[in-house]
């Protein structure tokens, strides 16, 4: 079978690179096409793969990305060469910051022409080289195959991330291929999978030595796939969980043993335990400074740490670590699991339950708000469907008040925070998963950094919710002039905004304008059951504020607006 395979002789070097993803599991391309690819499209019309047609190619990563976050598969997106392959830069940072294993192809110009500053030709592999695993650039179409293989790998294990493949036109062309063979050859690449058993061990033992402790899981759980087991050493040890934003349903927000989110937007509860910990259990976290607050001096001061996470170059980086384990976080948890000794946290317990007291107040419950809009998604969402988000106070606003029933159901730009992230996010959420129904929350601001995409979501028959928090201004920027430039507010008001809904029902979407708090139930329903895209026009007051927060360099104690 091997050698039959090997012996195949392709027509072109875009038809083996069609078989070769199709090798992978790729059955969903997120593309725009150009010349430098022409052969990728023309071979494409007999390929198995599916191809989607977004309105911009940065948009294709953001949506491949998420794609990969709800699936847990390899998203993969495709540009041509130059300015296609440059507006992919934003969506591949976006992709390397959260640890998001994505493949992304380019075209190049013909080898015989690089380096001669030919038309519409990038050094796309050098202006990535921050931002990616790896990268390849093609010379020989023969290679596609192992190419290929190597790059999902690298994007797939050890710490997820971006691999680009950049294709000269000509490899692409070549005729009548006989593929070399597609055997791994990455004798340098090496990561971790199982934790050192000693370093387990002696996790266990201050696990049980420990009066306030706090469990603090993060992306890596999502991503090992170790939920469940988080989930087991949470009960059997009664521990606090506390999350990241990109931690989110990690644990089930419902779960009595969470606390919410932690950081600059966390919950009263969730910043008070982590300050106050004796204990802090970090799983799959990269202690990033919207948690820490800035270097992490001031950051779970009285507490040993003890760190799981796959990456070593994380550990004690930011927050020095008592107890390092390098390792897959689902694989350590299983062999930490059976070593644990409960620790006794009854007074640990009453004083966190007097703390989840203290809630940050609305600011005005009888108006529309943000809160309501989201709790009432919350209480009609189904277990199954998916929420994805822009970046600014809706994204804070959902995160704090959306409960996440499981991993892979909170879809969220973390680390880079990119506007323009949330409706392409909702088109590959809902492209994986097709079943469930995907909602998006998003502003007024970041919405317009990608509002074409309305297009791709008529084309495409995806049925997306999406749930517009329109206050006419950039909410988070205006907050922050707020708070800190003494309430001088500049370049933040958004006074030319069109009319939303008519911008829906010109692309052929149903849209509803929500103004009272009274609209709001019957919005949400009335989306849901409609079988298209749905566009909810919420109007909500420009002085609503996300509470509490942070301010940068501060104490998590030191919070405003609880």
């Keep these: 079978m091997g ?21 992978e599991g790729v059955e969903v391309l997120f593309g725009y096409p150009g010349g430098a690819v022409l052969p990728i499209y023309d071979a494409l019309i007999n390929s198995s793969i599916k191809h989607l047609l977004p309105r911009h190619e940065q948009t294709a990563v953001h949506a491949a990305d998420a794609f990969a976050r709800v699936s847990g598969k390899v998203g993969v997106c495709l540009a041509t060469s130059g300015p296609g392959a440059t507006n992919l830069v934003t969506g591949i940072a976006n992709a390397y910051m959260d640890s998001i294993p994505i493949v992304v192809l380019t075209g190049q ?39 290929v293989k190597e790059a999902f790998h690298i994007a797939s294990t050890g710490r997820p991330g971006p691999v680009l493949i950049d294709l000269p036109k000509n490899v692409l062309a070549a005729t009548n291929v006989v593929p070399e063979s597609a055997e ?177 107040k609305v600011t005005d419950p009888t108006a529309l708000n943000p809160q309501v809009i989201i709790e009432t998604l ?21 995160a704090q008040n959306y409960p996440v029933p499981a991993a892979r159901h909170f879809i969220t730009s973390g680390g880079l925070g990119t506007m323009g992230f949330g409706l392409p996010a909702a088109i590959g959420s809902q492209v994986a998963a097709p079943h469930a129904t995907v909602f998006l929350v998003t502003g007024d601001g970041s919405f317009q950094m990608s509002i074409q995409e309305l297009a791709t979501t008529v084309q495409y028959k995806l049925p997306v919710k999406i749930i517009l ?57 009335e989306a849901i059951h409609h079988p298209g895209p749905v566009l909810m026009d919420f109007v909500i007051s420009e002085d609503e504020v996300v509470s509490p927060m942070v301010p940068p360099g501060k104490a998590l104690t030191e919070m405003l607006g609880r």
Aim: proline share 4%; hydrophobic share 40%.
């Design 3 to 23: 050698k039959e395979k090997e012996c195949t002789t392709y027509a072109t070097g875009a038809a083996l690179l069609l078989e070769s993803l199709a090798q």
């Design 109 to 147: 110009v013909p080898t015989s022409l690089l380096g001669t500053d030919s038309f519409q030709e990038v050094d796309i592999t050098g202006i990535t080289l921050p931002i990616t695993k790896h990268s390849y650039i093609v010379k020989d179409a023969r290679q596609i195959p192992r190419i």
């Design 184 to 360: 791994l050859h990455l004798t340098s690449y090496k990561y971790f999978k199982k934790g050192n058993a000693g370093q387990i061990e002696e996790a266990a033992r201050v696990i049980a030595q420990s009066q306030r402790p706090v469990l603090y899981a993060g992306g890596g759980v999502v991503t090992a796939g170790a939920s469940e087991i988080l989930r087991e050493v949470a009960e059997v040890a009664n521990l606090p969980v506390v999350t990241t934003l990109m931690g989110l349903g990690s644990m089930p927000t419902s779960h009595p043993n969470v606390l919410g989110m932690v950081g600059m937007h966390g919950t009263v509860t969730a910043n008070y335990a982590v300050d106050d910990c004796d204990l802090l259990i970090a799983v799959g976290v990269r202690f990033d400074d919207r948690v820490t607050s800035g270097l992490g001096h001031r950051f779970a001061t009285k507490a040993k740490i003890i760190h799981i996470d796959i990456d070593p170059a994380e550990i004690s980086k930011v927050v020095r670590t008592n107890v390092p384990i390098v390792g897959n976080a689902k694989l350590v948890l299983e062999e930490l699991l059976p070593r644990i000794t409960p620790p006794s946290l009854s007074a640990w317990w009453d004083q966190i339950h007097i703390w989840q007291e203290e809630r940050p």
């Design 378 to 398: 919350g209480e009609l969402a189904g277990k199954e469907d998916i929420v994805a988000t822009d970046v600014g106070q809706h994204q804070m606003w959902a």
């Design 469 to 525: 928090m329109n206050n006419g201004v950039l909410g988070m920027v205006r907050q922050l002039q707020k708070v800190f430039c003494e309430e001088r507010y500049n370049q933040i008001q958004l006074s030319a905004n069109p009319d939303f809904i008519k911008i829906a029902e010109a692309y052929g979407i149903h849209g509803i304008r929500v103004t009272e708090v009274s609209q709001v139930r019957d919005a949400l329903l």
